[in-house]
Protein backbone atom coordinates (compact mmCIF):
# COMPACT_ATOMS: atom_id res chain seq x y z
CA UNK A 1 0.00 0.00 0.00
CA UNK A 2 1.75 3.30 -1.07
CA UNK A 3 2.31 5.75 1.71
CA UNK A 4 0.98 9.22 2.34
CA UNK A 5 4.00 10.74 1.20
CA UNK A 6 3.93 8.89 -2.42
CA UNK A 7 0.93 9.90 -3.26
CA UNK A 8 0.47 12.49 -6.13
CA UNK A 9 -2.58 14.38 -5.14
CA UNK A 10 -4.46 16.69 -7.88
CA UNK A 11 -2.72 19.85 -8.40
CA UNK A 12 -5.14 22.86 -6.89
CA UNK A 13 -6.02 25.07 -10.10
CA UNK A 14 -7.64 28.24 -8.88
CA UNK A 15 -10.44 29.28 -10.61
CA UNK A 16 -10.60 32.77 -11.52
CA UNK A 17 -12.85 34.71 -9.63
CA UNK A 18 -16.43 35.04 -11.35
CA UNK A 19 -16.85 38.24 -13.46
CA UNK A 20 -20.75 39.39 -14.29
CA UNK A 21 -21.12 36.38 -17.31
CA UNK A 22 -19.52 33.32 -16.25
CA UNK A 23 -21.95 31.15 -14.89
CA UNK A 24 -21.54 29.27 -11.78
CA UNK A 25 -21.31 25.26 -12.37
CA UNK A 26 -23.79 23.23 -10.60
CA UNK A 27 -22.94 20.55 -8.19
CA UNK A 28 -25.24 18.54 -9.58
CA UNK A 29 -23.80 18.98 -13.00
CA UNK A 30 -20.63 17.42 -11.62
CA UNK A 31 -22.42 14.71 -10.60
CA UNK A 32 -23.75 14.16 -13.97
CA UNK A 33 -19.62 14.23 -15.50
CA UNK A 34 -18.48 12.02 -13.08
CA UNK A 35 -21.40 9.27 -14.13
CA UNK A 36 -21.51 10.40 -17.80
CA UNK A 37 -19.19 13.18 -19.39
CA UNK A 38 -21.51 12.99 -22.23
CA UNK A 39 -24.42 13.48 -19.98
CA UNK A 40 -23.13 16.36 -18.50
CA UNK A 41 -22.80 18.30 -21.42
CA UNK A 42 -25.52 17.39 -22.84
CA UNK A 43 -27.50 18.78 -19.87
CA UNK A 44 -25.05 22.18 -19.11
CA UNK A 45 -23.51 22.97 -22.58
CA UNK A 46 -26.70 22.29 -24.82
CA UNK A 47 -29.82 22.66 -22.78
CA UNK A 48 -31.20 19.27 -22.94
CA UNK A 49 -33.29 18.31 -20.70
CA UNK A 50 -35.92 15.28 -21.03
CA UNK A 51 -38.02 13.27 -18.28
CA UNK A 52 -38.01 9.92 -17.16
CA UNK A 53 -39.65 7.80 -15.03
CA UNK A 54 -36.94 7.74 -12.52
CA UNK A 55 -36.59 11.85 -12.99
CA UNK A 56 -40.21 12.57 -12.01
CA UNK A 57 -39.78 9.82 -9.05
CA UNK A 58 -36.98 11.91 -7.94
CA UNK A 59 -38.61 15.22 -8.15
CA UNK A 60 -41.41 13.30 -6.01
CA UNK A 61 -39.16 12.19 -3.39
CA UNK A 62 -37.58 15.48 -2.87
CA UNK A 63 -40.75 17.54 -2.50
CA UNK A 64 -40.21 17.69 1.09
CA UNK A 65 -36.59 18.82 0.93
CA UNK A 66 -37.31 21.27 -1.78
CA UNK A 67 -39.85 23.53 0.51
CA UNK A 68 -37.33 26.42 2.08
CA UNK A 69 -37.16 25.57 5.99
CA UNK A 70 -34.96 27.72 8.24
CA UNK A 71 -31.98 29.52 7.71
CA UNK A 72 -28.06 29.42 7.76
CA UNK A 73 -26.67 32.08 9.44
CA UNK A 74 -22.83 33.61 9.17
CA UNK A 75 -20.49 31.06 10.36
CA UNK A 76 -19.23 34.21 12.70
CA UNK A 77 -22.44 34.42 13.89
CA UNK A 78 -22.98 31.24 15.24
CA UNK A 79 -22.31 30.15 18.90
CA UNK A 80 -21.18 27.18 20.60
CA UNK A 81 -24.75 25.40 21.81
CA UNK A 82 -26.17 26.80 18.15
CA UNK A 83 -28.38 24.03 16.60
CA UNK A 84 -29.20 24.28 12.74
CA UNK A 85 -31.91 22.34 10.86
CA UNK A 86 -32.01 24.08 7.21
CA UNK A 87 -33.58 22.63 4.51
CA UNK A 88 -33.29 23.87 0.67
CA UNK A 89 -30.53 26.11 0.61
CA UNK A 90 -28.63 27.71 -2.12
CA UNK A 91 -25.31 28.34 -1.49
CA UNK A 92 -22.14 29.30 -4.22
CA UNK A 93 -18.80 29.89 -4.02
CA UNK A 94 -16.82 32.56 -6.11
CA UNK A 95 -13.62 30.47 -5.31
CA UNK A 96 -14.79 27.24 -6.95
CA UNK A 97 -16.90 28.59 -9.58
CA UNK A 98 -19.97 26.46 -7.91
CA UNK A 99 -23.39 26.48 -6.75
CA UNK A 100 -25.41 24.07 -5.00
CA UNK A 101 -28.83 23.98 -3.53
CA UNK A 102 -28.76 21.83 -0.49
CA UNK A 103 -31.62 19.33 0.50
CA UNK A 104 -30.30 19.57 4.18
CA UNK A 105 -27.89 21.05 6.57
CA UNK A 106 -27.59 19.84 10.38
CA UNK A 107 -24.97 21.73 12.62
CA UNK A 108 -24.14 22.56 16.03
CA UNK A 109 -21.95 25.25 16.33
CA UNK A 110 -20.13 25.87 12.86
CA UNK A 111 -19.58 22.71 12.82
CA UNK A 112 -22.24 21.44 9.65
CA UNK A 113 -23.29 18.23 7.72
CA UNK A 114 -24.76 18.60 4.31
CA UNK A 115 -27.23 15.53 3.54
CA UNK A 116 -28.14 15.29 0.13
CA UNK A 117 -31.41 13.26 -0.33
CA UNK A 118 -31.73 10.27 -2.75
CA UNK A 119 -34.27 8.39 -4.62
CA UNK A 120 -34.11 4.38 -4.69
CA UNK A 121 -31.77 2.28 -2.09
CA UNK A 122 -28.73 2.27 -0.72
CA UNK A 123 -26.28 0.68 -3.12
CA UNK A 124 -23.86 -2.26 -1.61
CA UNK A 125 -20.37 -0.75 -2.85
CA UNK A 126 -17.03 0.32 -1.70
CA UNK A 127 -17.62 3.67 0.69
CA UNK A 128 -21.48 2.57 0.96
CA UNK A 129 -22.73 4.96 -2.23
CA UNK A 130 -21.42 5.78 -5.99
CA UNK A 131 -18.69 8.46 -6.46
CA UNK A 132 -21.39 10.56 -8.66
CA UNK A 133 -23.34 11.44 -5.04
CA UNK A 134 -20.52 11.47 -3.13
CA UNK A 135 -18.43 14.39 -5.18
CA UNK A 136 -21.44 16.09 -5.29
CA UNK A 137 -21.81 16.13 -1.47
CA UNK A 138 -18.58 16.37 -1.06
CA UNK A 139 -18.39 19.89 -3.48
CA UNK A 140 -21.38 20.92 -1.04
CA UNK A 141 -19.12 20.36 1.77
CA UNK A 142 -16.41 22.30 0.15
CA UNK A 143 -18.75 25.55 -0.70
CA UNK A 144 -19.58 25.32 3.28
CA UNK A 145 -16.29 25.60 3.85
CA UNK A 146 -15.92 28.42 1.89
CA UNK A 147 -18.47 29.75 3.79
CA UNK A 148 -16.81 29.90 7.20
CA UNK A 149 -18.49 26.36 8.41
CA UNK A 150 -16.00 23.50 9.55
CA UNK A 151 -17.33 20.76 7.14
CA UNK A 152 -15.48 17.10 7.69
CA UNK A 153 -18.45 15.25 6.42
CA UNK A 154 -21.53 14.76 4.81
CA UNK A 155 -24.17 12.39 4.38
CA UNK A 156 -26.28 10.28 1.21
CA UNK A 157 -29.88 9.81 2.73
CA UNK A 158 -31.65 7.38 0.55
CA UNK A 159 -35.53 7.62 0.26
CA UNK A 160 -36.54 4.32 -0.45
CA UNK A 161 -34.43 2.05 2.11
CA UNK A 162 -34.12 5.19 4.28
CA UNK A 163 -31.04 4.71 4.83
CA UNK A 164 -27.96 7.10 6.22
CA UNK A 165 -24.67 6.42 4.68
CA UNK A 166 -21.96 8.85 5.77
CA UNK A 167 -19.48 10.37 3.92
CA UNK A 168 -16.26 11.47 5.01
CA UNK A 169 -14.40 14.57 3.27
CA UNK A 170 -11.00 12.82 2.96
CA UNK A 171 -8.29 14.08 0.43
CA UNK A 172 -8.67 11.58 -1.81
CA UNK A 173 -12.97 12.66 -2.38
CA UNK A 174 -11.30 15.66 -2.26
CA UNK A 175 -9.03 16.11 -5.06
CA UNK A 176 -11.88 13.19 -7.22
CA UNK A 177 -14.54 16.37 -6.45
CA UNK A 178 -11.78 19.03 -7.83
CA UNK A 179 -10.59 16.91 -10.36
CA UNK A 180 -14.00 16.18 -11.97
CA UNK A 181 -14.83 19.89 -11.63
CA UNK A 182 -11.97 21.22 -13.35
CA UNK A 183 -12.36 18.45 -15.89
CA UNK A 184 -16.36 19.63 -16.64
CA UNK A 185 -15.19 23.23 -16.87
CA UNK A 186 -12.75 22.22 -19.67
CA UNK A 187 -14.61 20.23 -21.42
CA UNK A 188 -17.47 22.87 -21.33
CA UNK A 189 -15.10 25.50 -22.91
CA UNK A 190 -13.63 22.97 -25.25
CA UNK A 191 -16.99 23.48 -27.10
CA UNK A 192 -16.95 19.35 -28.34
CA UNK A 193 -19.21 16.98 -26.89
CA UNK A 194 -17.69 14.01 -25.41
CA UNK A 195 -18.04 10.67 -27.17
CA UNK A 196 -21.08 8.57 -26.54
CA UNK A 197 -20.64 6.13 -24.22
CA UNK A 198 -20.35 2.13 -25.50
CA UNK A 199 -22.81 -0.85 -25.03
CA UNK A 200 -23.12 0.76 -21.31
CA UNK A 201 -25.53 -0.74 -18.94
CA UNK A 202 -26.00 3.12 -18.19
CA UNK A 203 -27.86 4.42 -21.09
CA UNK A 204 -30.81 2.22 -20.94
CA UNK A 205 -32.16 3.84 -17.54
CA UNK A 206 -30.88 7.61 -18.89
CA UNK A 207 -33.44 9.59 -19.64
CA UNK A 208 -31.48 11.44 -22.47
CA UNK A 209 -30.86 8.09 -24.22
CA UNK A 210 -33.18 9.12 -26.82
CA UNK A 211 -31.40 12.88 -27.47
CA UNK A 212 -27.96 11.32 -26.78
CA UNK A 213 -28.34 8.80 -29.32
CA UNK A 214 -25.31 6.59 -27.94
CA UNK A 215 -26.12 3.26 -29.62
CA UNK A 216 -27.03 4.66 -33.28
CA UNK A 217 -24.10 7.48 -33.07
CA UNK A 218 -21.67 4.45 -32.30
CA UNK A 219 -23.12 1.92 -35.02
CA UNK A 220 -23.44 4.57 -37.79
CA UNK A 221 -19.12 5.28 -37.11
CA UNK A 222 -18.31 2.05 -37.24
CA UNK A 223 -21.27 -0.22 -38.18
CA UNK A 224 -20.41 -3.19 -35.86
CA UNK A 225 -23.13 -3.48 -32.91
CA UNK A 226 -26.38 -2.71 -33.45
CA UNK A 227 -28.24 -0.58 -31.41
CA UNK A 228 -30.36 -1.86 -28.48
CA UNK A 229 -33.99 -0.12 -28.63
CA UNK A 230 -33.43 1.87 -26.09
CA UNK A 231 -33.43 5.79 -27.90
CA UNK A 232 -38.04 4.56 -28.40
CA UNK A 233 -40.90 4.91 -26.17
CA UNK A 234 -44.77 5.11 -26.42
CA UNK A 235 -45.90 8.71 -26.88
CA UNK A 236 -49.08 9.49 -24.24
CA UNK A 237 -49.36 13.21 -25.55
CA UNK A 238 -51.46 13.65 -28.93
CA UNK A 239 -51.74 16.88 -30.64
CA UNK A 240 -55.52 18.98 -29.78
CA UNK A 241 -57.08 19.80 -33.06
CA UNK A 242 -59.62 22.98 -32.52
CA UNK A 243 -61.53 24.30 -35.69
CA UNK A 244 -65.00 24.89 -34.37
CA UNK A 245 -65.59 28.52 -35.87
CA UNK A 246 -65.56 31.07 -33.07
CA UNK A 247 -64.21 28.44 -30.43
CA UNK A 248 -62.55 29.46 -27.26
CA UNK A 249 -59.61 27.58 -25.43
CA UNK A 250 -59.46 28.69 -21.94
CA UNK A 251 -57.65 26.50 -18.80
CA UNK A 252 -59.26 25.23 -16.16
CA UNK A 253 -56.55 23.69 -13.39
CA UNK A 254 -54.74 20.87 -14.84
CA UNK A 255 -56.94 20.58 -18.00
CA UNK A 256 -58.12 22.72 -21.39
CA UNK A 257 -61.62 23.55 -22.03
CA UNK A 258 -62.96 23.84 -25.43
CA UNK A 259 -66.09 25.74 -25.95
CA UNK A 260 -68.17 26.84 -28.89
CA UNK A 261 -70.90 29.07 -28.52
CA UNK A 262 -69.98 29.36 -24.48
CA UNK A 263 -71.28 25.44 -24.60
CA UNK A 264 -68.58 23.03 -23.54
CA UNK A 265 -67.09 21.02 -26.53
CA UNK A 266 -63.39 19.14 -24.81
CA UNK A 267 -62.15 19.05 -21.73
CA UNK A 268 -58.65 16.98 -22.38
CA UNK A 269 -56.29 17.11 -20.00
CA UNK A 270 -52.75 19.14 -20.39
CA UNK A 271 -50.32 16.54 -19.50
CA UNK A 272 -52.06 14.04 -22.61
CA UNK A 273 -51.48 17.32 -25.13
CA UNK A 274 -48.18 17.39 -27.43
CA UNK A 275 -49.35 20.31 -28.96
CA UNK A 276 -52.10 22.59 -29.83
CA UNK A 277 -53.62 23.48 -33.41
CA UNK A 278 -55.86 26.01 -34.37
CA UNK A 279 -57.67 26.44 -37.49
CA UNK A 280 -59.55 29.31 -38.27
CA UNK A 281 -61.14 31.51 -36.36
CA UNK A 282 -60.30 29.86 -32.84
CA UNK A 283 -59.73 32.56 -29.41
CA UNK A 284 -57.34 31.26 -27.14
CA UNK A 285 -57.43 32.59 -23.57
CA UNK A 286 -53.96 34.69 -22.90
CA UNK A 287 -53.26 32.34 -19.17
CA UNK A 288 -53.72 29.60 -21.35
CA UNK A 289 -50.84 30.34 -23.57
CA UNK A 290 -48.89 31.69 -20.84
CA UNK A 291 -49.58 27.85 -19.37
CA UNK A 292 -48.53 26.11 -22.37
CA UNK A 293 -45.76 28.03 -22.78
CA UNK A 294 -44.64 26.43 -19.35
CA UNK A 295 -45.36 23.68 -20.17
CA UNK A 296 -43.00 23.51 -23.61
CA UNK A 297 -45.90 22.55 -25.35
CA UNK A 298 -46.42 24.76 -28.95
CA UNK A 299 -49.57 26.31 -30.42
CA UNK A 300 -49.61 25.96 -34.05
CA UNK A 301 -51.67 27.75 -36.30
CA UNK A 302 -53.57 27.71 -38.96
CA UNK A 303 -55.72 29.26 -41.59
CA UNK A 304 -59.48 27.52 -42.00
CA UNK A 305 -58.26 26.50 -45.50
CA UNK A 306 -55.88 24.97 -43.82
CA UNK A 307 -52.50 26.74 -44.25
CA UNK A 308 -49.43 26.45 -41.99
CA UNK A 309 -48.96 29.74 -40.88
CA UNK A 310 -47.02 29.78 -37.49
CA UNK A 311 -46.59 28.85 -33.89
CA UNK A 312 -46.51 30.21 -30.35
CA UNK A 313 -43.70 28.23 -28.39
CA UNK A 314 -41.38 29.53 -25.04
CA UNK A 315 -38.23 30.70 -25.24
CA UNK A 316 -36.79 28.15 -27.00
CA UNK A 317 -34.11 25.48 -27.36
CA UNK A 318 -30.70 26.63 -25.62
CA UNK A 319 -28.23 24.44 -28.16
CA UNK A 320 -26.48 27.36 -29.55
CA UNK A 321 -24.22 25.27 -31.08
CA UNK A 322 -26.28 23.04 -32.80
CA UNK A 323 -27.87 26.24 -34.31
CA UNK A 324 -24.15 27.16 -35.08
CA UNK A 325 -23.12 23.84 -37.04
CA UNK A 326 -26.29 23.99 -38.99
CA UNK A 327 -25.32 27.69 -40.34
CA UNK A 328 -21.79 27.03 -40.98
CA UNK A 329 -22.96 23.90 -42.62
CA UNK A 330 -25.45 25.55 -44.81
CA UNK A 331 -22.77 28.19 -45.87
CA UNK A 332 -21.02 25.31 -47.56
CA UNK A 333 -22.34 24.49 -50.85
CA UNK A 334 -20.53 20.66 -50.75
CA UNK A 335 -22.54 20.04 -47.29
CA UNK A 336 -25.47 21.38 -48.98
CA UNK A 337 -25.45 19.57 -52.15
CA UNK A 338 -24.19 15.63 -49.84
CA UNK A 339 -27.67 16.47 -48.02
CA UNK A 340 -29.72 17.59 -50.55
CA UNK A 341 -28.77 14.59 -52.76
CA UNK A 342 -29.22 12.24 -49.56
CA UNK A 343 -32.52 13.59 -49.13
CA UNK A 344 -34.04 13.60 -52.77
CA UNK A 345 -32.72 9.95 -52.98
CA UNK A 346 -35.36 9.01 -50.12
CA UNK A 347 -37.91 10.54 -51.71
CA UNK A 348 -37.65 8.88 -54.85
CA UNK A 349 -37.23 5.61 -53.37
CA UNK A 350 -40.02 5.97 -51.14
CA UNK A 351 -42.14 7.35 -53.79
CA UNK A 352 -41.54 3.80 -55.81
CA UNK A 353 -42.12 1.74 -53.10
CA UNK A 354 -45.66 3.32 -52.63
CA UNK A 355 -46.06 2.62 -55.99
CA UNK A 356 -45.44 -1.12 -56.46
CA UNK A 357 -46.98 -1.43 -53.06
CA UNK A 358 -50.58 0.52 -53.80
CA UNK A 359 -50.79 0.15 -57.75
CA UNK A 360 -54.34 -0.34 -58.71
CA UNK A 361 -53.81 0.57 -62.53
CA UNK A 362 -55.03 -1.82 -65.39
CA UNK A 363 -51.51 -1.33 -67.16
CA UNK A 364 -48.33 -2.51 -65.30
CA UNK A 365 -46.22 -0.61 -62.97
CA UNK A 366 -42.85 -1.44 -64.77
CA UNK A 367 -42.77 1.42 -67.13
CA UNK A 368 -43.16 4.08 -63.91
CA UNK A 369 -41.06 2.09 -61.68
CA UNK A 370 -38.26 1.93 -64.71
CA UNK A 371 -38.30 5.88 -64.80
CA UNK A 372 -38.08 6.17 -61.02
CA UNK A 373 -35.38 3.58 -60.66
CA UNK A 374 -33.45 6.15 -63.40
CA UNK A 375 -34.53 9.22 -61.48
CA UNK A 376 -32.99 7.30 -58.01
CA UNK A 377 -29.52 6.39 -59.72
CA UNK A 378 -29.30 9.82 -61.60
CA UNK A 379 -29.35 11.88 -58.16
CA UNK A 380 -26.29 10.28 -56.79
CA UNK A 381 -24.48 12.06 -59.98
CA UNK A 382 -25.86 15.21 -59.29
CA UNK A 383 -23.18 17.99 -59.66
CA UNK A 384 -25.44 20.91 -58.12
CA UNK A 385 -28.76 21.79 -56.99
CA UNK A 386 -29.98 22.71 -59.98
CA UNK A 387 -29.20 19.60 -61.78
CA UNK A 388 -30.77 17.89 -58.81
CA UNK A 389 -33.88 20.07 -58.64
CA UNK A 390 -34.18 18.58 -62.45
CA UNK A 391 -33.77 15.37 -61.58
CA UNK A 392 -36.23 15.36 -58.52
CA UNK A 393 -38.69 17.17 -60.67
CA UNK A 394 -38.66 14.75 -63.98
CA UNK A 395 -39.08 11.79 -60.82
CA UNK A 396 -42.13 13.50 -59.27
CA UNK A 397 -43.54 13.65 -62.55
CA UNK A 398 -43.54 10.71 -62.77
CA UNK A 399 -44.43 9.75 -59.59
CA UNK A 400 -47.56 12.61 -60.01
CA UNK A 401 -48.71 11.21 -63.45
CA UNK A 402 -49.20 7.89 -62.20
CA UNK A 403 -51.05 8.86 -58.67
CA UNK A 404 -54.23 8.16 -60.28
CA UNK A 405 -53.99 4.35 -60.42
CA UNK A 406 -52.92 4.26 -56.58
CA UNK A 407 -56.89 5.80 -55.92
CA UNK A 408 -59.94 3.59 -55.49
CA UNK A 409 -62.79 5.32 -58.37
CA UNK A 410 -66.12 4.77 -57.76
CA UNK A 411 -68.60 4.71 -60.81
CA UNK A 412 -69.62 8.10 -60.40
CA UNK A 413 -67.08 10.60 -61.14
CA UNK A 414 -68.68 13.62 -61.55
CA UNK A 415 -67.29 15.33 -58.49
CA UNK A 416 -65.07 12.13 -57.48
CA UNK A 417 -61.32 11.36 -56.79
CA UNK A 418 -59.76 11.40 -60.21
CA UNK A 419 -55.92 13.09 -60.91
CA UNK A 420 -54.42 14.03 -63.40
CA UNK A 421 -51.58 16.47 -62.07
CA UNK A 422 -50.70 17.98 -58.73
CA UNK A 423 -51.91 21.55 -58.07
CA UNK A 424 -51.18 23.77 -54.70
CA UNK A 425 -52.24 27.14 -55.26
CA UNK A 426 -55.04 26.72 -55.08
CA UNK A 427 -55.77 23.12 -55.71
CA UNK A 428 -58.49 22.45 -58.00
CA UNK A 429 -59.24 19.18 -57.34
CA UNK A 430 -60.43 16.57 -54.14
CA UNK A 431 -57.05 14.61 -53.90
CA UNK A 432 -55.25 18.01 -54.61
CA UNK A 433 -56.93 19.66 -51.84
CA UNK A 434 -55.70 16.48 -49.71
CA UNK A 435 -52.51 16.61 -50.84
CA UNK A 436 -51.29 20.03 -50.04
CA UNK A 437 -53.32 19.94 -46.36
CA UNK A 438 -51.47 16.70 -45.55
CA UNK A 439 -48.09 18.20 -46.66
CA UNK A 440 -49.51 21.61 -44.47
CA UNK A 441 -49.88 19.32 -41.20
CA UNK A 442 -46.88 17.23 -42.11
CA UNK A 443 -44.70 20.49 -42.38
CA UNK A 444 -46.34 22.18 -39.52
CA UNK A 445 -45.10 18.88 -37.18
CA UNK A 446 -41.81 19.27 -38.32
CA UNK A 447 -41.39 22.95 -38.12
CA UNK A 448 -42.60 22.32 -34.26
CA UNK A 449 -39.66 19.02 -34.39
CA UNK A 450 -36.85 21.25 -35.47
CA UNK A 451 -36.97 23.57 -33.26
CA UNK A 452 -38.09 21.29 -30.30
CA UNK A 453 -34.60 19.99 -31.58
CA UNK A 454 -33.09 23.16 -31.10
CA UNK A 455 -32.62 23.76 -34.97
CA UNK A 456 -33.41 26.97 -36.74
CA UNK A 457 -36.50 25.42 -39.24
CA UNK A 458 -36.36 28.17 -41.52
CA UNK A 459 -32.71 27.70 -42.57
CA UNK A 460 -32.09 25.01 -45.00
CA UNK A 461 -29.69 23.04 -47.44
CA UNK A 462 -31.80 21.83 -50.30
CA UNK A 463 -34.97 24.21 -49.94
CA UNK A 464 -33.28 27.77 -49.90
CA UNK A 465 -33.88 30.68 -47.56
CA UNK A 466 -37.03 32.65 -48.03
CA UNK A 467 -38.83 34.86 -46.03
CA UNK A 468 -41.80 32.98 -43.50
CA UNK A 469 -40.76 29.57 -45.44
CA UNK A 470 -39.39 26.94 -42.93
CA UNK A 471 -36.62 25.68 -45.35
CA UNK A 472 -35.51 22.79 -43.20
CA UNK A 473 -38.37 21.56 -42.39
CA UNK A 474 -39.65 21.27 -46.36
CA UNK A 475 -36.00 19.31 -46.55
CA UNK A 476 -36.83 16.85 -43.67
CA UNK A 477 -40.20 16.24 -45.03
CA UNK A 478 -38.96 15.16 -48.83
CA UNK A 479 -38.26 11.63 -47.81
CA UNK A 480 -41.44 11.74 -45.64
CA UNK A 481 -43.78 12.87 -47.76
CA UNK A 482 -44.91 9.39 -49.40
CA UNK A 483 -44.70 7.39 -46.14
CA UNK A 484 -47.32 10.15 -44.18
CA UNK A 485 -48.51 12.53 -46.38
CA UNK A 486 -49.49 10.56 -49.73
CA UNK A 487 -50.04 7.57 -47.78
CA UNK A 488 -53.00 9.17 -45.41
CA UNK A 489 -54.40 10.40 -48.53
CA UNK A 490 -54.53 7.22 -50.06
CA UNK A 491 -55.82 5.56 -47.03
CA UNK A 492 -58.53 8.13 -46.54
CA UNK A 493 -59.97 7.59 -50.11
CA UNK A 494 -59.52 3.99 -50.24
CA UNK A 495 -61.46 3.40 -47.11
CA UNK A 496 -63.62 5.53 -47.68
CA UNK A 497 -62.55 7.64 -44.87
CA UNK A 498 -63.19 11.03 -46.61
CA UNK A 499 -65.70 11.13 -49.16
CA UNK A 500 -65.88 13.30 -52.45
CA UNK A 501 -68.99 14.78 -50.54
CA UNK A 502 -67.05 16.11 -48.43
CA UNK A 503 -65.63 18.64 -50.63
CA UNK A 504 -66.52 22.79 -50.59
CA UNK A 505 -66.24 23.44 -54.60
CA UNK A 506 -65.23 27.69 -55.27
CA UNK A 507 -64.21 29.49 -58.42
CA UNK A 508 -61.24 27.26 -59.55
CA UNK A 509 -60.73 25.81 -56.08
CA UNK A 510 -61.67 23.29 -53.78
CA UNK A 511 -61.52 22.59 -49.93
CA UNK A 512 -62.45 20.31 -47.46
CA UNK A 513 -65.50 20.26 -45.38
CA UNK A 514 -65.35 20.92 -41.27
CA UNK A 515 -66.65 17.41 -41.10
CA UNK A 516 -63.81 16.01 -43.82
CA UNK A 517 -60.92 18.02 -42.05
CA UNK A 518 -61.84 16.26 -39.26
CA UNK A 519 -61.96 12.59 -40.23
CA UNK A 520 -58.99 13.31 -42.28
CA UNK A 521 -56.80 14.65 -39.47
CA UNK A 522 -57.65 11.57 -37.84
CA UNK A 523 -56.24 9.56 -40.66
CA UNK A 524 -53.22 11.76 -40.74
CA UNK A 525 -52.65 10.99 -37.05
CA UNK A 526 -53.18 7.69 -37.36
CA UNK A 527 -50.55 7.23 -40.10
CA UNK A 528 -47.90 9.10 -37.64
CA UNK A 529 -48.52 6.31 -34.96
CA UNK A 530 -48.23 3.67 -37.23
CA UNK A 531 -44.75 1.90 -36.35
CA UNK A 532 -42.53 0.42 -38.44
CA UNK A 533 -38.56 -1.17 -38.56
CA UNK A 534 -36.00 1.29 -39.12
CA UNK A 535 -33.72 -0.33 -41.69
CA UNK A 536 -30.72 0.47 -40.16
CA UNK A 537 -30.86 0.09 -36.50
CA UNK A 538 -33.61 -2.76 -36.65
CA UNK A 539 -35.81 -1.65 -34.07
CA UNK A 540 -39.34 -0.37 -34.30
CA UNK A 541 -41.15 2.74 -33.59
CA UNK A 542 -43.40 5.07 -34.98
CA UNK A 543 -43.00 7.50 -37.27
CA UNK A 544 -43.84 10.50 -34.73
CA UNK A 545 -40.80 9.26 -32.96
CA UNK A 546 -38.75 8.49 -36.21
CA UNK A 547 -38.76 12.13 -37.46
CA UNK A 548 -37.59 13.47 -34.22
CA UNK A 549 -35.18 10.93 -34.49
CA UNK A 550 -33.98 11.91 -38.25
CA UNK A 551 -34.03 15.32 -36.57
CA UNK A 552 -31.52 13.98 -33.76
CA UNK A 553 -29.02 12.27 -36.46
CA UNK A 554 -29.28 15.39 -38.34
CA UNK A 555 -27.76 17.33 -35.72
CA UNK A 556 -25.33 14.44 -34.97
CA UNK A 557 -23.97 14.70 -38.34
CA UNK A 558 -23.60 18.64 -38.20
CA UNK A 559 -21.48 18.36 -35.39
CA UNK A 560 -19.23 15.96 -36.41
CA UNK A 561 -20.18 12.63 -34.49
CA UNK A 562 -21.31 10.59 -37.96
CA UNK A 563 -19.60 10.42 -41.01
CA UNK A 564 -22.97 10.89 -43.25
CA UNK A 565 -26.67 11.92 -42.49
CA UNK A 566 -28.42 8.57 -42.25
CA UNK A 567 -31.75 9.03 -44.34
CA UNK A 568 -34.85 6.66 -44.06
CA UNK A 569 -35.77 4.36 -46.68
CA UNK A 570 -38.50 1.89 -45.98
CA UNK A 571 -38.10 -1.80 -48.11
Request: proline residues 6%.
Amino acid sequence: MPSEESIQHELPLPFPELTGDQPLLPARMVNEYVYCPRLAYLEWVQGEWADSSDTVEGRYRHRRVDAPHGDLPAAEEVEAETHIHARSITLSSNRLGVIAKLDLIEAEGDRVVPVDYKRGKRPHVAHGAYDPERVQVCLQGLILEDQGYSCTEGVLYFVESRERVPVVFDQELRDLAMSALHGLRGVALGGRIPAPLEDSAKCPRCSLVGICLPDEVNFLKRGETPPRAIAIGLTESLPLYVQAHKAKVAKDGDNLEVTVDDKAAARPRLAEISQVVLQGNVYMTTPTLHELMRREIPVAWHSYGGWFLGYTAGMGHKNVELRTAQFRAADDPEICLSLAKGWVRAKLVNSRVLLRRNWRGEKSADEALSQLEHAIKSSARARSLAELLGIEGNGAAVYFGNFNNLLKHEDDRSFGFDFTRRNRRPPTDPVNALLSFAYAMLSRHLTITLTTVGFDPYRGFYHQARYGRPALALDMMEPFRPLIADSAVIQAINNGEVRPTDFIGGPGRVNLSEEGRKRFIATFERRLSHEVTHPQFGYRLSYRRLLELQCRLLGRFLQGETLENSNFTTR
